[in-house]
């Protein structure tokens, strides 16, 4: 009985025996010198950055809600369109239920401004000083154009 496992027990010891001999000559042969470059991390042959990364808003992980939802919807279809005939009236209920769940999550990640992308406008009726009149070229003043064309007029 035992001499069955003798194969596997002995192909185990070969492997750790490898992986060990292996590190060692990694350390033996390896150069020790340690520079800059080595020392920085590797992200595919780009190169670090001293700005840090700009960070994601809400309205990117909103829309990969979105498609997050509509990807098991679509995993949950499939099963649904191959048995739709055994499934009767019962799996045509299921079925629109849970498309009504996955309209409803559509319909939230879209009232909270999922696809929303341009600048927030935020016109409050209840604030008198803020008019509706207001733009952006009526109210950012130009700063610095002094000798120098507007860029409206810049060719």
Do not use: H
């Not at 995993?75 to 009504?100: C, D, K, N, T």
């Not at 070229?137 to 154009?145: K, P």
């Amino acid at each position: 009985m035992t001499g069955q496992y003798l194969p596997i027990f002995a192909l185990g010891v070969l492997a750790v025996l490898f992986a060990a001999l292996s590190f060692g000559a990694s350390r033996l042969l390896a150069p020790s010198r340690q520079t800059r470059p080595k020392l920085e991390p590797y992200e595919c042959g780009v190169e670090e950055s001293t700005a840090a990364p700009e960070r994601f808003g809400v309205r990117f992980f909103l829309i990969a809600m979105i498609f997050i939802v509509f990807d098991i919807e679509i995993i949950f279809l499939y099963p649904w369109a191959v048995s739709y005939r055994e499934l009767g009236l019962f799996g045509l209920v299921a079925i629109g239920v849970f498309a009504l769940a996955v309209f409803e999550s559509f319909v939230y990640l879209i009232g909270n401004g999922a696809l929303n992308w341009g600048p927030t406008r935020r016109v409050s009726k209840s604030n008198p000083q803020v008019s509706a009149a207001r733009t952006s070229t009526s109210t950012v003043r130009r700063v610095g154009l002094d000798g120098r064309q507007a860029p409206s007029e810049a060719t």
